[in-house]
């Protein structure tokens, strides 16, 4: 299995025969508005460029999946650069229909995956009424053989629900957005800084941390997360790729392998429709 990062939570998963685009935003540096509404700091998104590279790694690309509807993890321009390819997109239950009202071929993951084993782990966007607002979002448990487990949890705090998928299907790698993003305003959108030293406590095995430095919300930079971890006595365990860096994992715990739980039918809420028009995709 190879990750590599390209850009926030875009990265390119390969698995087996798949090279799987995961929440593509294409858009050019400042095309996007800022996200911090309030304490200042609001900047043009996203803030960096795609690396040098990408867009001719994107183009092996097999399938897109998608883990919400934010406009930092689909936007128009990836939009348009999927339907271009007529590549299949998959998603969770609560956002094929309106993804496929945007003329996408999207497909419900848990029943298209093919020899994927799959599991939707709901994520919550932050607390409270912010999180209820930011909408659903999907994290995603996927098993091949001979490849080692993987959880790209999505934009989430951390959550009962994401402890005990944890502890349930002992993913042997993690990948989780780490920059703490904040409107200025009420608790974080994502994990803070405490939950994520107790994820990596959790986590069986590595953990690939994203959704950095490109959005003007996720004040955690990569050099700080590193001294975190490090002084958590994590450095091992952590992962923190630039853009554009590939890395290598190999199935080295096959005895850990645990079959994903059926699915959960979840049905959008009426904040699904909001979220989906404020971001414009
Ligand atoms: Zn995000």
Redo the contacts with the bound molecule.
């Keep these: 299995m190879q990750i590599t990062q390209i850009r ?2 875009t990265i390119l998963l390969e698995l087996g025969e798949h090279r799987i685009l995961i ?1 593509p935003m294409f858009s050019s540096a400042g095309v996007l508005p800022g996200f911090r509404l309030f304490r200042g700091e609001r900047r043009k998104n996203p803030l960096t460029e795609l690396p040098a590279g990408s867009e001719q790694l994107m183009e092996t690309a097999t399938e897109v999946l998608i883990t ?1 509807e ?1 406009p ?2 689909i936007d128009p321009p990836a939009i348009d650069w999927i339907k271009a390819r007529g590549l299949k997109v998959w998603c969770s239950s609560i956002d094929a229909s309106n993804l496929r009202r945007k003329g996408l071929n999207a497909q419900n993951i848990v029943e298209d995956a093919g020899d994927l084993s799959v599991e939707v782990i709901p994520a919550t ?1 932050g607390h409270g009424m912010i999180g209820w607002l930011m909408g659903p979002v999907a994290g995603y448990f996927l098993s091949l053989p001979d490849e080692p487990t993987i959880y790209i949890t999505g ?1 989430t705090v951390l959550t009962d629900r994401v402890k005990h998928a944890i502890a349930r299907l002992k993913p042997q790698v993690i990948v989780a ?1 780490a ?1 703490t ?1 904040n409107f200025g305003v009420g608790k974080d ?2 994990f803070s800084k405490r939950e994520l030293i107790e994820l990596v406590g959790l986590a069986p095995g590595k953990v690939v941390f994203n ?1 950095l430095e490109s ?1 003007d919300h ?1 004040l955690m930079t990569r050099a700080n997360l590193s001294q975190i971890m490090e002084k958590n006595g994590y450095s091992e365990k952590v992962l923190v790729p630039a853009d554009g860096e590939k890395l290598h994992f190999s199935n080295d715990d096959r005895d850990s392998r645990v079959a994903p739980a059926q699915p959960v039918d979840s049905k959008p809420g009426v904040q699904k429709w909001l979220t989906a028009k404020f971001s414009g995709t």
């Design positions: 926030n939570a929440d919400h934010h930092d993890h966007h934009d957005p920059g993003a959108l994502m959704h959005i996720c």
